[in-house]
């Protein structure tokens, strides 16, 4: 008798949340809703009180994390495999990558400008990069900087006459190049 009261209680309940479901507007998963309703306690996994959107921070990258944009997402995932092929299986480096691309750049623009002579069309100009000597500057002045307080410690140890600092100053290198050396042989 009792389970025949929370058997009844149980479909009122499931009745009176499909009704209000009903009557209420269309809301799409990812926007927010005004009232703290039963309904957006279902429409949120685990009970969340914000959507995974406005978590992952909004706007486009969480609509690629979120695969809304799909030719974007693809992409994305697309680049990052070959990425990682080229440098975990391949065991491509960087700067090889980097030489490779600048190589097919070259060879691009010299059958283009070529084949535009062929074609009647006129060659393509292709902008300068110019970039700025304060850039230059400023990096040769921090390098500088930067061995000059080396060779001022080097000169320090060797005139203070401590000893033990001096010796350790000179066995250093001698030191890597045995850890060197038995890194290699392993």
């Given at each position: 008798m009792?389970?025949k ?7 009122n309940?499931v009745?009176?949340?499909a ?7 269309s809301?799409?998963?990812?926007e ?6 039963v ?13 995974v959107?406005?978590?992952?921070g909004?706007g ?5 994390l979120?695969?809304?944009?799909k030719?974007?997402s ?7 495999t ?11 480096h ?18 283009w ?18 970039l ?10 921090s ?18 006459g401590n ?10 290198p001698?030191h890597?190049?045995?850890?060197m ?6």
């Open positions: 009792p389970e009261i929370s058997e009844d209680l149980f479909n309940l009745e009176t949340i009704d209000s479901v009903s009557k209420q507007k809301v799409s998963f990812f927010e809703e005004k009232s703290n309703s309904v957006s306690g279902f429409n949120r996994l685990f009970g969340r009180q914000r959507p959107h406005h978590i992952l909004g486009k990258s969480a609509d690629v979120l695969w809304r944009n030719k974007i693809a992409s994305f995932l697309a680049s990052a070959l990425i990682w092929f080229l440098f975990e299986w391949l065991n491509y960087f700067l090889t990558l980097l030489s490779f691309a600048l190589v097919l750049g070259m060879v691009a623009q010299f059958v400008s070529n084949a535009s002579g062929l074609l009647n069309r006129s060659s393509s100009q292709v902008p300068r990069l110019v700025p000597d304060e850039l230059f500057v400023s990096i040769g002045r390098v500088g900087a930067e061995v000059n307080r080396g060779l001022q410690y080097l000169q320090d140890v060797s005139c203070q000893l033990k600092q001096f010796l350790v100053v000179l066995l250093r001698i890597y190049q045995f850890c050396r038995g890194m290699m042989s392993k």
